[in-house]
């Protein structure tokens, strides 16, 4: 395996430090995050476009419209 050293702003380098498990190395700290970034653009990728043969979404916006047009209501 190779092995690569980089440098980090002291300030990365301790928000790092700080997200770091009992006995994680830098390395699978690094590989977890990754992954977790990975892994939330993909959810997000699969949910693009769920709504567009919906005819029932259409209406649920409507209804938003409409009751903002509505004045708020007085609390005292």
């Known amino acids: 395996m190779v092995n ?3 440098s980090l702003p002291l300030e990365t380098y301790d928000k790092l430090r700080k997200e770091k ?3 994680e190395s830098f390395a699978d700290l ?3 995050l990754l992954k977790r970034t990975k892994s939330k653009t993909k959810l997000l990728e699969d949910l693009a476009g769920v709504f567009k043969d ?6 649920i916006i409507e209804e938003i419209y409409e009751d903002r047009k ?3 209501l007085r609390l005292l």
Do not use: F, L, S, V
């Not at 919906?54 to 209406?59: F, K, P, R, V």
């Open 21 to 23: 498990r009992k006995g």
């Open 70 to 72: 509505r004045p708020a």
């Open 30 to 32: 690094i590989n977890r």
């Open 4 to 6: 690569k050293t980089i």
């Open 54 to 59: 919906d005819d029932e979404w259409d209406g």
